[in-house]
């Protein structure tokens, strides 16, 4: 007969905190002689007591509960959330709606308290039982200023700024506390940044010109006008962004770098902010880091089985340098965060070293470049060879110092992943060459080499077929027969608002260095020989994986050609 299983009791509130050293057990014992009194929640009394402050109670009621909890006063509003919780129902159960996404109908719901399921029920019969209510712990008190916030403001980019037309602005409270949600241009900023995570924007562009400010969104690669705003409102907005990135509102003349986290549509996103000085007042440039987005499952990149295979075959080999080269906005983090998310263990010490740490990652020791304190990625590497790592992260390898110290560490049983700035897989070879990479150092240290571009995806909705010419045939290397090959155009209609594209996706070169390569290297080969040495054991380049995504409908010619150079395959 077997053993009854153990249940595992859970800890109650009070002891939790006590265990915790937040709380004594004198002011439980309070907090019990007033519950009995009016039958509130302890954890309610507690804070009302001023024993312990409503953050750590939200976030120890969730580990205990196993129920997330939410910083609201980091909370940019969803009106689809907000539309579907009327103010007098989150009044009354003392909620507040956090996000809604129409695609998986899940409701996001702050409550005071996340386990009372006669309230979720309710939530249920106002809202339908389609949508799947994911209930978040939250204080009281952060709910209540919530709802005198969020209700009864407008909270539209179109409605705030009708609002700012017709009334008049206190500019000097744009950096209060308390109430700002009554200010437009508080909820305006808000706004904008929240429409630019729902458009999936990489960057935004705040770019004051003579008579006007213009913003642009970085959607898809390419920046797109938004809107055009009068040049009144700068000098508000450009307040409220420094005072929400901590900036210094007072310097204009010197650019200044910030960050700020804010949840936008239920999860945590965060900005790089950087002010710089222009003739016409301070450009400001926002960089929209999603940490949902960065975290892609290797086999989720959308490389076919062969790349795949090849990046499997290249992480499994414990020691050598792996490089990712391409442009800026190239998805090269994203490669290298999959990479080490696959590689990723309680048996692996990974440690990186970036310039700066945009993404936090759990079980990854993260380190930022800092000049100031001489930490640069020489330096840097040269420390964390001394924390026992099994793989190393380097951001980038930038000049002959850091190239000497990445290959070091590659040479002592070390696997080190970088980035480098060249044009191609093969290209790499060359450039550390450059750098001053001896050969005889390069042989037998390089794993292997990932290139990588980003280029949009046809729309699904409004893509068309045609049938391709010669010229087409030609450059998708097949050979021309009349009306024989039908490729994809892009449109344009409201779901892609009208651009014919919709997503982006990484086209890769993946070339794994074997003997015949390390050969070619030690000898000093030229970039033709080198390239007719990896083609003849099976290497694609980039253009290959481009004209792949042509011929399945993925993209366009025209998409392809805008990222990389074709005019090669027409001679």
Same mark, same amino acid.
């Given at each position: 007969?077997?053993?009854?299983?153990? /249940?595992?009791?859970?800890?109650?509130?009070?002891?939790?905190?006590?265990?915790?050293?937040?709380?004594?057990?004198?002011?439980?014992? #309070?907090?019990?002689?007033?519950?009995?009194?009016?039958?509130?929640?302890?954890?309610?009394?507690?804070?009302?007591?001023?024993?312990?402050?409503?953050?750590? !109670?939200?976030?120890?009621?969730?580990? /205990?509960?196993?129920? &997330?909890? @939410?910083?609201?006063?980091?909370?940019?509003?969803?009106? &689809?959330? =907000?539309?579907?919780?009327?103010?007098?129902?989150?009044?009354?159960?003392?909620?507040?709606?956090?996000?809604?996404?129409?695609?998986?109908?899940? =409701?996001?719901?702050?409550?005071?308290?996340?386990?009372?399921? !006669?309230?979720?029920?309710?939530?249920?019969?106002?809202?339908?039982?389609?949508?799947?209510?994911?209930?978040?712990?939250?204080?009281?008190?952060?709910?209540?200023?919530?709802?005198?916030?969020?209700? &009864?403001?407008?909270?539209? @980019?179109?409605?705030?700024?009708?609002?700012?037309?017709?009334?008049?602005?206190?500019?000097?409270?744009?950096?209060?506390?308390?109430?700002?949600?009554?200010?437009?241009?508080?909820?305006?900023?808000?706004?904008?940044?929240?429409?630019?995570?729902?458009?999936?924007?990489?960057?935004?562009?705040?770019?004051?010109?003579?008579?006007?400010?213009?913003?642009?969104?970085? #959607?898809?690669?390419?920046?797109?006008?938004?809107?055009?705003?009068?040049?009144?409102?700068?000098?508000?907005?450009?307040?409220?962004?420094?005072?929400?990135?901590?900036?210094?509102?007072?310097?204009?003349?010197?650019?200044?770098?910030?960050?700020?986290?804010?949840?936008?549509?239920?999860?945590?996103?965060?900005?790089?902010?950087?002010?710089?000085?222009? %003739?016409?007042?301070?450009?400001?440039?926002?960089?929209?880091?999603?940490?949902?987005?960065?975290?892609?499952?290797?086999?989720?990149?959308?490389?076919?089985?062969?790349?795949?295979? %090849?990046?499997? =075959?290249?992480?499994?080999?414990?020691?050598? #340098?792996?490089?990712?080269?391409?442009?800026?906005?190239?998805?090269?983090?994203?490669?290298?965060?999959?990479?080490?998310?696959?590689?990723?263990?309680?048996?692996?010490? #990974? !440690?990186?070293?970036?310039?700066?740490?945009?993404?936090?990652?759990?079980?990854?020791?993260?380190?930022?470049?800092?000049? @100031?304190?001489?930490?640069?990625?020489?330096?840097?590497?040269?420390?964390?060879?001394?924390?026992?790592?099994?793989?190393?992260?380097?951001?980038?390898?930038?000049?002959?110092?850091?190239?000497?110290?990445?290959?070091?560490?590659? !040479?002592?049983?070390?696997?080190?992943?970088?980035?480098?700035?060249?044009?191609?897989?093969?290209?790499?070879?060359?450039?550390?060459?450059?750098?001053?990479?001896?050969?005889?150092?390069?042989?037998?240290?390089?794993?292997?080499?990932?290139?990588?571009?980003?280029?949009?995806?046809?729309?699904?909705?409004?893509?068309?077929?045609?049938?391709?010419?010669?010229?087409?045939?030609? =450059?998708?290397?097949?050979?021309?027969?009349?009306?024989?090959? %039908?490729?994809?155009?892009?449109?344009?209609?409201?779901?892609?608002?009208?651009?014919?594209?919709?997503?982006?996706?990484?086209?890769?070169?993946?070339?794994? /260095?074997?003997?015949?390569?390390?050969?070619?290297?030690?000898?000093?080969?030229?970039?033709?020989?080198?390239?007719?040495?990896?083609?003849?054991?099976?290497?694609?380049?980039?253009?290959?994986?481009?004209?792949?995504?042509?011929?399945?409908?993925?993209?366009?010619?025209?998409?392809?050609?805008? @990222?990389?150079?074709?005019?090669?395959?027409?001679?």
């Amino acid at each position: 007969m077997n053993a009854p299983a153990v /249940i595992k009791k859970k800890k109650r509130l009070g002891e939790e905190l006590i265990e915790k050293g937040l709380v004594t057990y004198d002011q439980v014992e #309070i907090a019990l002689t007033e519950q009995k009194k009016n039958y509130r929640l302890i954890g309610e009394i507690l804070v009302s007591l001023g024993f312990v402050s409503e953050s750590i !109670m939200r976030d120890v009621l969730g580990k /205990i509960l196993g129920i &997330g909890s @939410v910083d609201l006063s980091t909370v940019i509003p969803d009106q &689809g959330a =907000l539309a579907l919780i009327p103010k007098e129902i989150a009044d009354r159960h003392t909620i507040i709606p956090v996000s809604y996404d129409e695609k998986s109908q899940q =409701l996001k719901i702050a409550m005071k308290n996340a386990s009372d399921l !006669m309230v979720q029920d309710r939530i249920h019969a106002l809202v339908g039982r389609k949508i799947d209510i994911i209930p978040l712990v939250a204080g009281v008190g952060e709910i209540k200023k919530s709802i005198d916030q969020f209700y &009864g403001y407008e909270l539209s @980019v179109d409605g705030i700024l009708h609002e700012i037309e017709t009334g008049e602005i206190d500019y000097k409270s744009l950096d209060a506390i308390d109430d700002e949600y009554s200010q437009p241009l508080v909820r305006l900023v808000d706004a904008i940044l929240a429409d630019a995570v729902k458009r999936e924007a990489s960057d935004i562009h705040f770019e004051p010109e003579d008579g006007f400010l213009r913003l642009r969104y970085r #959607i898809d690669g390419v920046l797109r006008q938004i809107r055009s705003l009068h040049k009144d409102y700068w000098s508000a907005i450009v307040v409220r962004l420094k005072v929400m990135s901590n900036m210094n509102i007072a310097e204009t003349r010197i650019p200044q770098d910030g960050r700020l986290s804010l949840q936008v549509q239920g999860h945590r996103v965060d900005f790089r902010v950087s002010a710089q000085p222009t %003739t016409h007042g301070e450009n400001i440039v926002l960089r929209v880091l999603d940490r949902a987005k960065v975290i892609v499952p290797l086999d989720k990149l959308g490389v076919n089985e062969d790349t795949l295979s %090849t990046l499997r =075959l290249m992480m499994a080999r414990p020691e050598g #340098i792996i490089l990712v080269t391409g442009p800026t906005g190239s998805g090269k983090t994203t490669t290298l965060y999959s990479m080490l998310n696959y590689v990723k263990s309680e048996q692996v010490n #990974i !440690m990186t070293l970036e310039d700066p740490v945009e993404y936090p990652v759990d079980m990854i020791r993260q380190t930022s470049v800092n000049e @100031v304190a001489r930490m640069d990625f020489a330096n840097g590497i040269r420390s964390m060879m001394r924390q026992d790592p099994d793989i190393i992260l380097v951001g980038e390898i930038r000049d002959e110092d850091t190239a000497d110290m990445a290959f070091r560490a590659a !040479m002592t049983g070390h696997q080190v992943l970088s980035t480098l700035h060249t044009n191609s897989a093969i290209g790499a070879i060359p450039r550390l060459l450059d750098i001053g990479v001896l050969p005889d150092i390069m042989t037998g240290n390089i794993i292997g080499i990932i290139s990588q571009r980003l280029i949009r995806l046809l729309c699904p909705s409004c893509k068309s077929p045609r049938d391709a010419d010669e010229v087409d045939s030609k =450059l998708l290397g097949v050979e021309y027969v009349n009306e024989s090959l %039908t490729i994809y155009e892009a449109n344009g209609c409201p779901s892609c608002d009208n651009t014919g594209y919709k997503g982006r996706v990484a086209i890769i070169e993946a070339l794994r /260095i074997d003997n015949q390569l390390d050969e070619q290297i030690a000898k000093r080969a030229t970039l033709g020989e080198l390239r007719a040495c990896a083609k003849s054991t099976g290497y694609k380049t980039l253009a290959d994986d481009a004209i792949r995504r042509v011929l399945d409908g993925e993209t366009t010619l025209q998409e392809v050609a805008r @990222v990389i150079d074709l005019t090669q395959r027409l001679i």
